[in-house]
């Protein structure tokens, strides 16, 4: 039983998936739901290691008011082990070389670096930093950090029809008391177990924010990458693109690809 | 410098000769330049001691080239930096930061050239952080670039660095007329070096690093070296008075350890010293909460306690020798990077006072602005109406100089000297040398730290635009 092994921001595109074949018996909508992503997770195992630059495009209203250009890389862990994953930012230009480190645990908070190049520092960072703003977009450090199954609890509610394919709708529940939700609404297609849509619910249970997804690409025959993301936060107003480009799987990164000495030298 | 020099002399020496060139052409192609201005103003609350202006203005030009071959597993980087100042010269000043080339196998890593290094955990100070020399003329945290070969290994066991330190850098000083300097300038042009320091010395030194558990990560260190702090003499001229700074070997251990849980930070960081002149020890422990997501808004909120100890108290060189220290800091999490930090440091034993305040924000995406603050509230000022009988006899009782030390025996020739030139009736002219008496009174006066460093309350506005 791994983990969703996908690095930050690509697990979060993968949180889009999976579903499992329907039970002879009656199951509850907990089960279901459950089922749901843990297939959705099987179905995303073996991707070995995979490269991809992102974009983020942050907007308020009515125009984009500012860019940021990432590179991540990610390694599926073995056995019991979390993935690993390493972001590097390339602009803004006075960010330029910092770099986040992340070590996925199953069963306990996730290991996270920040090396900030001016100072040739690196910090360790809290975990409970989770619901906060990542870079100042729309996105949480929760949104774009790895997520294993046993972070939510699931309920299946219904089946339903989303852009001409048939999904199921499920709510999860983080288990995390410092998730910034409450609960999450999200629609999973079932022939590929994506998730095309999911709905955030604050800690006061408002809709806070939206996030669809878009121009899925399958790679090595079996992994769907969104290569967009839009991420709208309805109290504010503010939205933020996230596009995917020259994702590559199998590229032969090593753990040592994803240590604090790799981290410092990231670009 | 010599040593950054005697690289480049080196380097275009491997360039001429052909073969050398194959060698090194993987350095030169498929890099990209990128490169930084920035502009820095100061307003000075009072006008300087010694007439010094009241504003000031800097530029710094830094550039950055890097490249990468044999499949990313060789990197060079190469960053030259230069800061013009435009009332004191010797602020003014070229450093290579960075000129380092790194080799990549497989649990190893190889860095070669001048490169610059952090070790630590805490804020206020780092104890352990010795490798670089700081640029004090430039800023707080800057350092001067190192030349060495650092060979990093990943092991089970944690992350083992060793260090060959190929030459020492002499630490920079602001000159006659900048501003944030001592009453009496130190003479960068005379350093003097003791017998086991040399200015040729190869140092060394080791780092382990690990995690001890879930939350706790640990750093071991040890330096064998010339100390990057300096101790001062005086040069005895009343014409020309100048403090010599004087370079000592040192051995150091180190510790280092971070204790991370949910918002708390448990710091510290230790230092047991060695040299030829003194033994002590040294230590920081801090404790840090963070508040995220303040009254349901994106602002973050880290309030910071370091209490700093040094063995030696009044004696040691710097003014953190038994001091609490409160910072807090505000993180806005918004497209701008926008961040607030404030500083108070406290010396109980001696009333110093110190605020400092920090603002960072990208104004466009490619300039930033800093602004910067620092006043002292409090300063224990030495007396100034004594005589120059009395500046002698503290001098001469003065803990700095011990009975048997080189400078007690220089300050003993240097009154016999006066009085048999001018005979003793010198020694009651208050006319005759007692503000040369007194600004060295005051930097001998250990316990008053501070006040060495004279009224220079200050706003700093940066502006740095990337490119």
Same mark, same amino acid.
């Not at chain 2, 009072?46 to 009241?54: K, L």
């Not at chain 2, 040069?235 to 014409?239: E, I, P």
């Given at each position: 039983m791994s983990n969703i092994k996908n690095n930050k921001l690509i697990a979060f595109f993968i949180a889009c998936s999976i579903f499992a074949t329907a039970p002879l018996h009656a199951e509850t909508p907990e089960e279901k739901g459950y089922k749901i992503y843990k297939e959705a997770e099987d179905r995303d195992e073996g991707f070995v290691d995979n490269q991809a630059e992102m974009l983020m495009i942050l907007k308020n209203k009515q125009e984009a008011t500012s860019e940021r250009e990432m590179s991540v890389k990610a390694l599926e862990g073995k056995g019991d082990e979390g993935d690993m994953s390493l972001m590097v930012f390339l602009s803004p230009r006075d960010q330029k070389g910092t770099a986040l480190l992340t070590h996925q645990h199953k069963n306990r908070d996730d290991d996270q670096w920040l090396y900030l190049p001016a100072l040739k520092r690196v910090k360790k960072i809290a975990s409970?930093?989770?619901s906060g703003p990542f870079m100042g977009s729309e996105f949480s450090f929760e949104d774009i950090g790895g997520q294993s199954i046993e972070d939510y609890t699931y309920k299946y509610l219904r089946d339903e029809t989303y852009e001409g394919q048939d999904c199921f709708v499920v709510e999860s529940y983080p288990v995390d008391k410092n998730s910034g939700y409450t609960r999450i609404v999200s629609w999973v297609d079932?022939?590929?177990?994506? &998730? #095309?849509k999911s709905e955030f619910y604050d800690r006061k249970n408002s809709h806070l924010k939206t996030l669809t997804t878009d121009g899925f690409k399958q790679y090595e025959g079996k992994f769907w990458r969104p290569s967009e993301l839009l991420m709208v936060n309805h109290q504010t107003g503010r939205s933020t693109v996230l596009k995917q480009t020259n994702i590559a799987f199998k &590229?032969?990164?090593? @753990?040592? $690809? !994803?240590n604090k000495n790799s981290l410092k030298r990231a670009r | 410098m010599k040593n950054v020099f005697l690289g480049v002399l080196l380097a275009s020496f491997l360039m001429a000769s052909s073969h050398a060139n194959a060698v090194l052409e993987p350095f030169f192609e498929g890099g990209e330049w990128t490169a930084e201005t920035g502009l820095e103003y100061r307003y000075f609350k =009072?006008?300087? @001691? !010694? +007439? *010094?202006? *009241?504003h000031a203005v800097a530029l710094r030009l830094s550039a950055e080239y890097y490249t990468s071959w044999n499949d990313g597993l060789d990197l060079f980087t190469f960053r030259p930096y230069l800061l013009l100042d435009y009332q004191d010269s010797d602020r003014t000043h070229f450093d290579i930061r960075e000129a380092l080339w790194i080799h990549v196998g497989d649990d190893w890593e190889l860095r070669s050239g001048i490169s610059r290094v952090f070790w630590g955990k805490t804020e206020f100070i780092n104890l352990v952080d010795v490798i670089n020399q700081d640029d004090l003329v430039d800023g707080d945290d800057e350092k001067l670039g190192q030349p060495m070969v650092n060979l990093s290994l990943v092991h089970d066991w944690g992350i083992f660095d060793f260090y060959l330190l190929l030459g020492f850098r002499e630490r920079t000083f602001p000159g006659p007329d900048g501003r944030l300097r001592t009453p009496i300038p130190v003479d960068t042009d005379n350093p003097e070096y003791s017998r086991e320091a040399g200015q040729r010395d190869i140092d060394w030194a080791v780092r382990w690093q690990r995690p001890l558990n879930d939350y706790v990560e640990m750093g071991l260190s040890l330096f064998s070296g010339v100390d990057r702090e300096p101790w001062y003499s005086f040069? !005895? =001229?009343?014409?020309n008075p100048m403090l010599i700074p004087n370079y000592h070997h040192k051995d150091q251990v180190g510790l280092e350890l971070e204790y991370l849980y949910e918002g708390w930070a448990v710091k510290f960081e230790a230092i047991g010293v060695r040299s030829e002149r003194e033994h002590y020890w040294a230590a920081v422990t801090g404790v840090e909460y963070s508040f995220y997501g303040i009254m349901g808004t994106d602002l973050d909120f880290t309030l910071i306690n370091e209490f700093m100890k040094d063995s030696? $108290? =009044? #004696?040691?060189? +710097?003014?953190? @020798?038994h001091d609490f220290g409160v910072g807090g800091r505000f993180s806005f999490n918004d497209e701008f990077d926008t961040t607030m930090q404030g500083g108070f440091l406290w010396d109980p034993d001696t009333e110093e006072k110190v605020l400092s305040f920090e603002f960072e924000r990208r104004l466009y995406s490619d300039l930033k602005i800093e602004i910067q603050a620092v006043t002292v509230l409090e300063r224990g000022t030495p007396p100034v109406d004594d005589t120059n009988v009395e500046i002698i006899s503290d001098l001469l009782q003065s803990q700095l100089f011990g009975d048997d030390s080189v400078t007690y025996n220089q300050v003993v020739d240097f009154l016999l000297g006066l009085i048999e030139e001018d005979g003793i009736g010198i020694l009651f002219d208050p006319e005759y040398g007692l503000n040369v008496l007194q600004q060295f009174q005051k930097l001998s006066d250990t316990s008053r730290k501070i006040s060495v460093i004279e009224s220079d309350d200050y706003v700093q506005v940066k502006l740095t635009y990337y490119y």
């Open positions: 409970s930093k989770k079932k022939e590929h177990y994506r &998730t #095309l &590229t032969g990164l090593s @753990e040592s $690809d !994803f | =009072d006008p300087g @001691e !010694f +007439g *010094q202006s *009241q040069n !005895f =001229d009343l014409n030696r $108290d =009044d #004696l040691a060189p +710097g003014y953190l @020798e």
